[in-house]
């Protein structure tokens, strides 16, 4: 298996999914709202993406970074891949009417933190020292 995030974010999908299976709650806007925050994770992911390969480094998670970004997306979250990741997963929980499964969100989210944000973190902050202690000072870690 590859110990990538959009791997666990699809692992973490499928079991909202399967809990969808037997419970189909019926909500009224879910399908449309669910859209909506997978259209904005994706939108999220996409900008921070984008501004990680203007600044010419790399956004493949346990790589050396190049350049510290802290504008634009990287203004509101430390993290706004995963954060998206985050939206995408709640939208897929209201999408497929499982508000009930919701509780994986907040669990991918630790999981994130644990496996992948905290050694990103401590990489970043060797290669840029108080530039990132600054950032981490006005930033929040997801939002």
Do not use: C
């Not at 699809?10 to 909506?36: H, K, R, S, T």
């Amino acid at each position: 298996m590859i110990d990538l995030p959009p791997v666990w974010l699809a692992l973490f999908a499928a079991l909202v999914w399967l809990g969808a299976q037997p419970f189909q709650l019926g909500l009224p806007y879910g399908p449309v709202a669910g859209i909506g925050l997978i259209v904005a994770g994706l939108v999220l992911m996409g900008l921070a993406a984008g501004q990680m390969v203007l600044a010419r480094t790399s956004f493949i998670p346990r790589r050396n970074p190049d350049a510290l970004v802290t504008g634009g997306v990287f203004a509101l979250s430390r993290n706004p891949i995963y954060l998206g990741d985050a939206l995408v997963l709640a939208g897929l929980a209201l999408r497929w009417e499982a508000l009930h499964m919701i509780w994986l969100v907040p669990l991918f989210m630790l999981f994130i933190t644990k496996r992948f944000i905290l050694g990103e973190e401590a990489r970043i902050a060797a290669r840029f020292g108080p530039e990132f202690t600054r950032y981490t000072a006005r930033t929040r870690r997801w939002l």
